[in-house]
């Protein structure tokens, strides 16, 4: 028997987590529920988080969550429920299943049958984000070495133990050469671990245009968080309906297990709602507590069901569904057709029976790391480049002197074009004359340099060398 934490969520949330409950448990889950309050009415008595202090040990205990949508109120100053659990339980791996229906939920793609594996923690999700200037602000994306060989680790073992056959990675490292850049390198060398396993890597954009039109071509794609985020969307959406996707939020520790919809407040209370895309969250829960012979019968029952043509509101349609029902119907149908299988669609086999047990992340030996220079961001309010070069030029310390200034990454002086749009947000470059490592003292005198200057800087990044090579970009056009 198993304990997991269960919260019913607003809107819908409630009717279809019973309906959801009801099915796994008729067809033999051995769990026992332990309910927690997350959501609106937490927010609404003053906790900005949505989730109490009794609720997280609830679900650290257990470490098994399955939540249903909430209401996240108008207004500033509620932070993201989804975001918090997942970054504070470090639940890194965020998968997303995606198969067509085909013909009993209507799609363009009836061969459509692929799994999306996005990064939950990081990238521009990390939330560090500043105003610097009048007209500037800045988001960071945050990418890390363990980040990568984590998420992209998870894939390849998924596609290994669910039987896959490919894994594609998507980024945009052609323009983010040392994010996106570290995220493909590391698809390469992990890939190299899984000879059985075909790689191939897209472009996102590319790739994503890709999908939209041809999903049937991919099986596992595992990709960055926000690429991640957009892409998961779409795919549920042409593989019939994000009403009937589910998703599992997976990290060492703890896992939480939801619908990928929201609480959709309209059809609330009105036993309308289609419970599948929970009843998918549940499925993959079953997996991951070692109950596949669960998650089996109930992904199969599920898939007769649809067949039979008993089918909810959103998905109905004339010639093709025989029954219209509600949440609570919908359910007792799938209750009915346990152990039973579908005839047209392909019936599931899961045999998986542990969760995947991943390595621990190892730290590598640390590369050998030279300072060569730094990058001072300037506030300032004018517009000629050549002005702020001459300004700038007067900055030089023993080791470091101007070597480029660029505006929103592109060059603008020496010889920048009169052309290129300049913000009040200018980024001067610094390098060693020659040889020699300035000390991290020389940048001070130059920050001290700028002050007496009274030019308004707003903030500084050292460039360095790893293991001999730059590890940073160039301006644009340089
Ligand atoms: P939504 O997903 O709730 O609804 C979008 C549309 O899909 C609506 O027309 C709705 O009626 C329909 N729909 C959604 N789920 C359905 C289901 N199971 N059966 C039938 N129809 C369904 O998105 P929204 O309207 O943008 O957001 C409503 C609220 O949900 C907001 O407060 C938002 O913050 C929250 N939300 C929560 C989560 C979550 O908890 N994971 C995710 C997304 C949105």
């Given at each position: 028997m198993k304990k997991i934490t269960v919260a019913k969520g607003d809107g819908i949330g409630p009717e279809i987590m019973d309906a959801t409950l009801k099915i796994i448990l008729a067809a033999g889950a051995q769990i026992e529920v332990e309910e927690i309050m997350v959501g609106e009415q937490i927010y609404l008595s003053g906790n900005t988080s949505g989730i109490a202090k009794e609720s997280w040990e609830s679900i650290r205990n257990n470490k098994v969550f399955l939540k249903a949508p909430i209401t996240t109120p108008q207004g500033g100053g509620y932070k993201s429920l989804n975001v918090t659990t997942r970054k504070m339980l470090g639940l890194y791996a965020n998968v997303r299943p995606c198969t067509s229906l085909h013909p009993f939920v209507k799609t363009k793609h009836p061969d459509l049958d692929l799994v999306i594996i996005r990064e939950?923690?990081?990238?521009?999700?990390?939330?560090?984000?500043?105003q610097?200037?009048?007209?500037?602000?800045?988001?960071?994306?945050?990418?890390?070495?363990?980040?990568?060989?984590?998420?992209?680790?998870?894939?390849?073992?998924?596609?290994?133990?669910?039987?896959?056959?490919?894994?594609?990675?998507?980024?945009?490292?052609?323009?983010?050469?040392?994010?996106?850049?570290?995220?493909?390198?590391?698809?390469?060398?992990?890939?190299?671990?899984?000879?059985?396993?075909?790689?191939?890597?897209?472009?996102?954009?590319?790739?994503?245009?890709?999908?939209?039109?041809?999903?049937?071509?991919?099986?596992?794609i595992v990709t960055l968080n926000l690429y991640g985020d957009v892409l998961s969307d779409v795919a549920a959406q042409i593989a019939g309906s994000v009403g009937l996707a589910g998703s599992a939020n997976i990290g060492e520790e703890c896992a939480m297990f939801e619908a990928i919809h929201g609480s959709a407040p309209r059809r609330a209370g009105q036993n309308m709602a289609n419970p599948s895309g929970l009843l998918q969250g549940a499925i993959l829960m079953l997996n991951h507590i070692g109950q596949a012979d669960v998650a089996e019968r109930v992904h199969n029952a599920w898939l007769k069901t649809l067949e039979d043509g008993v089918h909810t509101y959103d998905i109905y349609k004339e010639g093709v569904s025989t029954e219209k029902v509600g949440t609570s119907e919908f359910a007792d149908a799938v209750i009915a057709r346990l152990g039973q299988e579908p005839t047209i669609l392909k019936p599931i086999k899961y045999s998986l029976k542990q969760p995947l047990v991943l390595p621990k992340y190892q730290r590598k030996a640390a590369a050998k790391k030279v300072l060569n220079g730094v990058d001072m961001f300037v506030h300032w309010?004018?517009?000629?480049?050549?002005?702020?070069?001459?300004?700038?030029?007067?900055?030089?310390t023993t080791n470091l002197s101007l070597n480029m200034i660029s505006n929103r990454g592109i060059k603008v002086w020496p010889q920048g074009f009169k052309e290129t749009f300049c913000t009040d947000h200018w980024r001067c470059r610094f390098l060693t004359k020659g040889e020699a490592e300035p000390s991290k003292e020389e940048i001070l005198q130059l920050l001290n340099l700028a002050l007496q200057n009274q030019l308004d800087v707003i903030k500084t990044e050292n460039l360095y060398l790893f293991d001999g090579k730059a590890a940073y970009s160039l301006g644009q056009g340089q």
């Open positions: 939950n923690e990081e990238d521009l999700y990390a939330g560090i984000e500043h610097q200037t009048d007209e500037v602000v800045q988001c960071l994306k945050l990418i890390s070495r363990p980040g990568c060989e984590k998420i992209i680790r998870y894939a390849f073992e998924y596609a290994k133990s669910y039987g896959r056959k490919k894994v594609t990675c998507f980024s945009k490292d052609n323009i983010m050469k040392q994010t996106d850049g570290l995220f493909h390198s590391v698809f390469d060398e992990i890939g190299e671990q899984y000879p059985d396993i075909e790689k191939e890597h897209w472009i996102v954009d590319i790739g994503a245009a890709k999908m939209a039109d041809t999903p049937e071509v991919f099986d596992v309010p004018g517009t000629d480049a050549d002005e702020l070069g001459e300004k700038m030029k007067e900055l030089a």
